[in-house]
């Protein structure tokens, strides 16, 4: 769908009666999140920037014997801020002037964990299958100049900073991943995590650019409870999400580049059956815009030859463990969207649902062994009459 589409949410408050709209939030949102009142300062702020600034807050049972976790989580779209054909350090300069402005506003929103989208430092240049000038961007997550920003930005604001970068690993030989690396509001590199699943789909010609993670699935404990890292295409993968949940995530953050010919209809499912599947909060995180390359490139589908990849459509949204959701940021503005969650609701979910009693691990585990074996026989019974 053209760029021009802003909301689906805004398309549904203005065609529906508020009885009807009720209803169909309802069904399609769940039990509604209520408006989290935001700072004056940072509404200012983000209007002067230019950006979209939305507040959300989930409810939840109180209960008697534990004191509720309550995290601020920040999510931030946006579009690359320069051309592709400025120079890389520009480019890269530029982009983390505004991820540093719409820092400065999550801050003010008291926000405790911020996750940028994937590849926040550079344009999605996959498409052109063009190693140069591209691989450049790829930096050091030990001192790349990112995460130099990220460390300063954690500390001086006191908040977990989730950023999803093109890794350039010089201890293994300048071998490059698609990473985030989590920083800790101390501003030290708590660890990193890399995507598992590298898109063969479209114009995501990744796996020629960067390698399968190799890090498995870390939770890393930070002081606003335990988060983890499903990037991208890892979000088709439940065997991916479930991971994280087997390792004890409370938050799984999916930053992402995913355009709206390909999987805008996927999107606002998967991340929400993931919460739901595995009793966490999701973050899906998704870019904003038409990045223009200099070279044409094909699709390799017979159509002409053409300069970008189709329009990022943004629409990130939180989801609960109890199947609720809040309305999508926007499909083509920048934005920040803030939802104030209680780390308590995971487990009241847990109780209630019992999906990690019923979930038959050990089943799977037995299952799963025979099934990659080059011997493997599948389970079908035929009709031979
Ligand atoms: N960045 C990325 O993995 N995109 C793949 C397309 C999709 O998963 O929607």
Known sequence: MAAEFTSLEGCLEKHLPPKELEEVKRILYGKPVSTLELPTEALKLAEEKNFELAGYKFGVLEEQLRKPRIVKIGAVQNKIVLPTSAPLANQLAALHARIKEITDAAALCGVNVICFQECWTMPFAFCTREKHPWTEFAESVIDGPTIKLCQELAKQHNMVIVSPILERDSVHQDRIFNTTVIISNNGSVLGKTRKNHIPRVGDFNESTYYMEGDLGHPVFQTQFGRIAVNICYGRHHPLNWLMYAVNGAEICFNPSATVGALSEPMWPIEARCAAIANNYFTVAINRIGTEVFEHEFTSADGKPA????????????VAAPDGSRTPGLSRVNDGLLVTEVDLNMCRQVKD??????????????????????????????????
């Open 306 to 317: 053409h300069r970008d990849f189709g329009h990022f459509y943004g629409s990130s949204y």
């Open 352 to 385: 209630k649902w019992c999906f990690q009693m019923t979930s038959r691990l050990d089943m799977y585990a037995n299952s799963l062994t025979e099934a990659v074996k080059p011997d493997f026989k599948q389970q079908i019974i035929r009709d031979e009459a």
